[in-house]
């Protein structure tokens, strides 16, 4: 599966979303209620429409690094501006990979992203994932954005969807 940043994926995004759009968000941990970084991009997976990460910068726990945070994973509090992590601590941030426009998005690179957020240092934070019983397109806590925490990114993503699947049209014989 390819994932494309929102930006290449959908060209008009910034007129689709106006001023509900979630770049730029602060990102709050949950746990701590301290300010982590901010929004930077959103990866969407250019067969399905599906948003699955949010790219954040976390400036604020690690000076210049991007990371990571699966949808399901986050809260959004549109009136805040903000984003909150769910279970996500400074030291499983610390051990994320770094992310760039550079960096490829592969299965290798997806498992060490989901591996971090499947063993949290931190038992007590959200509960434990049996990483080998799951396949990546079934991890529900991690991919699946709910309804109430999610609504404009949800309308949005059927949206792209539907966009995506444009059929063209057969030259009449």
């Given amino acids: 599966m390819k994932l494309l940043e929102i930006k290449d994926f959908d060209l008009n995004y910034v007129e689709a979303w106006g001023d509900e759009g979630i770049i730029g968000f602060d990102v709050y941990s949950n746990l701590t209620n301290e300010k982590v970084g901010s929004v930077n991009s959103i990866l ?5 429409g599906d948003f699955r990460y949010l790219v954040v910068e976390i400036g604020f726990w690690v000076l210049g690094k991007k990371v990571l945070l699966p949808v399901g994973r986050s809260r959004i ?20 990979p770094d992310f760039s426009q550079d960096t490829k998005v592969d299965d290798n690179y997806e498992e060490q992203v989901r591996g971090i957020y499947c063993n949290p240092i931190d038992e007590t934070s959200f509960p434990t994932y049996i990483c080998d019983t799951y396949p990546y397109q079934r991890e529900l806590s991690l991919y699946v954005l709910n309804e109430r925490e999610h609504q404009v990114l949800k309308w949005y993503e059927e949206r792209l969807s539907a966009h995506k699947n444009r059929l063209s049209q057969v030259p009449a014989s």
């Fill in 77 to 96: 509090n549109y009136q805040q501006k903000r984003v909150y992590t769910v279970g996500l601590s400074q030291e499983q941030a610390e051990s994320l």
């Fill in 44 to 48: 969407v997976d250019e067969a399905t």
